[in-house]
């Protein structure tokens, strides 16, 4: 079975840092790996998605990851935080024809 | 396309009473999903349907019933409603592609008195 841990349930930066927010994964085999962001009172929306091809992925708003295997991370990364960033990020994985794991989520907050 | 949309937004529920939440998605999707969200829990997986009149059961489903009569339309049914399933219930579906995401609905914000 394949499971998902975030570390730091909250994140605080202030705008213009880094974003970095840490996922680990468990899989038994290749897995395909997720990260959403959820904005208050909204549903899930794809940020960006590893599926096997490039290591570095791309997503939206500027946000990109990087698939580790040898240390089994997904970590997600902004260069330069902004004020409409704050929401709380999922990471999620998938192994084989099975639904989304996710982790319990990082909620990121962005001080002026 | 509409993507997927769930019924209602808000309820209110006494404890033992029944409903039931539709989920509908317009994508021609095979795959749906129930989830519950709950603070510092992130999502987890209630019941799970891979095609019409298929379903499966995810992480947490006791107190939990679904029926996918047809490809677009999930159901979440709760028989006996208990103050532990208040909770935020999301739908998703995606295709059978493994490697393609979930979308997501709204969500429901369900409480339980």
Known sequence: ?112 | NAGVTQTPKFRVLKTGQSMTLLCAQDMNHEYMYWYRQDPGMGLRLIHYSVGEGTTAKGEVPDGYNVSRLKKQNFLLGLESAAPSQTSVYFCASSTYRVAYEQYFGPGTRLTVT
């Open chain 1, 1 to 112: 079975a394949q499971s998902v841990t975030q570390l730091g349930s909250h994140v605080s930066v202030s705008e213009g840092a880094l974003v970095l927010l840490r996922c680990n994964y468990s899989s038994s085999v290749p897995p395909y790996l997720f990260w959403y962001v959820q904005y208050p009172n909204q549903g899930l929306q794809l940020l960006l998605k590893y599926t096997s091809a490039a290591t570095l992925v791309k997503g939206i708003n500027g946000f990109e990851a990087e698939f580790k295997k040898s240390e089994t991370s997904f970590h997600l990364t902004k260069p330069s935080a902004h004020m409409s960033d704050a929401a709380e990020y999922f990471c999620a994985v998938r192994a084989g024809d099975t639904p989304l794991v996710f982790g319990k989520g990082t909620r990121l907050s962005v001080i002026a």
